[in-house]
């Protein structure tokens, strides 16, 4: 069985800039979560997506948006990103039917400088 | 959605029973009780759900009292290795079928020996 990962590890954007990150769902799994985690914070729900459409979404603005992919992978965009953006951001999958046992990768580490 | 209340940090002793406190004192109907362990440098890892009363698998307990306002996480036994940051996740299921998810603070339990 594989586990969620995630890509990139780490990454240094300039404020203004674009970003993509890119999260791979562990083998099975149907429905993609992502979460910014500041330092020291618990972790915040941007969004969620199942069958490739946005499935519920947290405080978070249009700049940050995302795509499910038929495989089930998924990615989140940041547009315009702002100092505040620096945090880590996880990905985590589940099963329809069982959204709050979610399964998370490592993450990927932003630096907006 | 619920906020959620817990504890910054614990001490305990290896081999004690750890008991962990959330509170989430707006908790909705359709909303469910999950909670997590991170360790540094890692995404959250799945520990135990539940939904009222008391839930029990390999590694801990959930208990829910009637009024579901607050949830106490159980490790028995704890060791060196269970040093980590504990979080309770209020998840709820809206009646449109989109998912929110919050958060708490965590809890830094550290185990000495």
């Known amino acids: 069985e594989t586990g969620v990962t995630q890509s990139p590890t780490h990454l240094i954007k300039t404020r203004g800039q674009q970003v993509t990150l890119r999260c791979s769902s562990q083998?099975?799994?149907?429905?993609v979560s992502w979460y910014q985690q500041a330092l020291g914070q618990g972790p915040q729900f941007i969004f969620q997506?199942?069958?490739?459409?946005?499935?519920g979404r947290g405080n978070f603005p249009p700049r940050f948006s995302g795509l499910q992919f038929p495989n089930y992978s998924s990615e989140l965009n940041v547009n315009a990103l702002e100092l505040d953006d620096s945090a880590l951001y996880l990905c985590a999958s589940s099963l329809k039917g069982r959204e709050f046992e979610q399964y998370f990768g490592p993450g990927t580490r932003l630096t907006v400088t | 959605l619920a906020k959620t209340t817990q504890p910054i940090s614990m001490d305990s002793y290896e081999g004690q029973e750890v008991n962990i406190t959330c509170s989430h004192n707006n908790i909705a109907t359709n909303d469910y009780i999950t909670w997590y362990q991170q360790f540094p440098s890692q995404g959250p890892r799945f520990i135990i759900q539940?939904?009222?009363t008391k839930v029990t698998n390999e590694v801990a307990s959930l208990f829910i009292p009637a009024d579901r306002k607050s949830s106490t996480l159980s490790l028995p036994r704890v060791s060196l290795s269970d040093t980590a940051v504990y979080y309770c996740?209020?998840?709820?299921?809206?009646?449109?079928?989109?998912?929110?998810?919050?958060f708490g603070t965590g809890t830094r339990l550290k185990v000495l020996a």
């Open positions: 997506y199942y069958r490739e459409e946005e499935n």
């Open positions: 539940g939904y009222k």
């Open positions: 996740l209020v998840g709820e299921a809206l009646t449109s079928g989109t998912y929110k998810y919050i």
């Open positions: 083998s099975g799994h149907n429905t």
